[in-house]
Nanobody
Framework: QVQLVESGGGLVQAGGSLRLSCAASGRTFSLYNMGWFRQAPGKERELVAAVNWSGGSTVYADSVKGRFTISRDNAKNTGYLQMNSLKPEDTAVYYC??????????????????WGRGTQVTVSS
């Protein structure tokens, strides 16, 4: 199993930045693709961004392209989500998750086997 713990959330004004971290323990983090998902009140959980096991392939939701950057440091067993130009509609609980499927980067919620507990991001207008 992989245990995931998110950190870095908080309250920020619109236009500001936050950097989320996802610390992994347990099985070898570098074997897993990693994704960031978010869930706003009353809405379904959705993919924000994902990165493959090597860091060489990424995918982003259209709503965050050009503003968010996903990355990972396998030597530190940590993934990141740099969020810039934040908007009130980015307010949500953000979750990191891992998927063991090295053949390709998958984006479906059900594809991801391991999840953290989430970190709250609130963007004020």
């Amino acid at each position: 199993q992989v245990q995931l713990v998110e950190s870095g959330g908080g309250l920020v004004q619109a236009g500001g930045s936050l950097r989320l971290s996802c610390a992994a323990s347990g099985r070898t983090f570098s074997l897993y693709n990693m994704g960031w998902f978010r869930q706003a009140p009353g809405k379904e959980r959705e993919l924000v961004a994902a990165v493959n096991w090597s860091g060489g392939s990424t995918v982003y939701a259209d709503s965050v392209k050009g503003r968010f950057t996903i990355s990972r440091d396998n030597a530190k067993n940590t993934g990141y989500l740099q969020m810039n130009s934040l908007k009130p509609e980015d307010t949500a609980v953000y979750y990191c998750a891992c998927d063991w499927f090295p053949a390709r980067l998958r984006v479906g919620l059900s594809d991801y086997d391991y999840w953290g507990r989430g970190t709250q991001v609130t963007v004020s207008s």
